[in-house]
């Protein structure tokens, strides 16, 4: 697939068929995409925890089902196509193939420019293969009860849950802001 074409009909996955497992061929070349990006210095401070046993994914599941629903709840919306798609993700994460967490040790200020170029690089990868995904991050809220499940040392960071699996919907081009709107060329407009 054409980078372009993955770039722009990445997007959030949140329904995925939890029958389909997904190959360890693939999974392996989406986790060395993943590595090929940037990190200050070369210090490729991420470890990336695969998870696949369903029990520790089930616990995992029950942690961001917890926070995400009180999350959406609070906002208010619970009947758009996004809030419809987060309400399915946060009842059935725990049930798709592969969870992906990225993960680090140091200043959770610093590591983040470290580990999302990573992470987008992830998503492509996943998205050349057929293979959807969403990057999330409210598990954090309750980032000790994940970090538990999963035996993660008080130390080290987790930056996001991405779920990994064939998808039930359609790929589509992401909605966003045409570039009138967000690009500005040589100085700050007045
Ligand atoms: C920093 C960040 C955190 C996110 N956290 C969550 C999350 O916890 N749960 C979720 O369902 N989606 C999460 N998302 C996905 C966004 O909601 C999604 O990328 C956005 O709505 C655009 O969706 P689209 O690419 O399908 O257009 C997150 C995205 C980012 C960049």
Redesign the pocket.
């Known amino acids: 697939m054409d980078v372009f074409e993955a770039i722009h009909t990445t997007?959030?996955m949140?329904r995925l068929d939890p029958d389909r497992p997904v190959d360890e061929t693939d999974l392996r070349k989406i986790l060395t995409a993943a590595t090929k990006g940037p990190t200050g210095g070369n210090r490729q401070p991420v470890r990336w925890l695969v998870v696949r046993d369903p029990e520790l994914k089930r616990r995992v599941g029950e942690v961001y089902r917890q926070v995400?629903h009180a999350a959406l709840d609070a906002s208010g919306d619970s009947d758009s196509p996004?809030a419809r798609s987060?309400y399915h993700?946060a009842d059935h994460l725990g049930e798709a193939p592969v969870l992906v967490i990225p993960c680090a040790e140091g200043d959770p200020a610093r590591l983040p420019a470290s580990v999302y170029p990573g992470v987008q690089n992830l998503m492509l990868a996943a998205r050349a293969l057929g293979l959807g995904t969403?990057?999330?991050?409210?598990h954090r809220v309750k980032e000790d009860a994940v970090k538990e499940v999963l035996g993660i040392p008080p130390q080290v960071n987790t930056f996001a849950i991405i779920p990994i699996g064939y998808p039930l919907g359609h790929w589509g081009e992401?909605?966003r802001k045409p570039l009138e709107e967000v690009v500005y060329w040589d100085r700050w407009p007045s």
Do not use: Y
């Open positions: 997007r959030a949140r995400a996004h987060s993700l969403t990057l999330t991050t409210i992401a909605p």
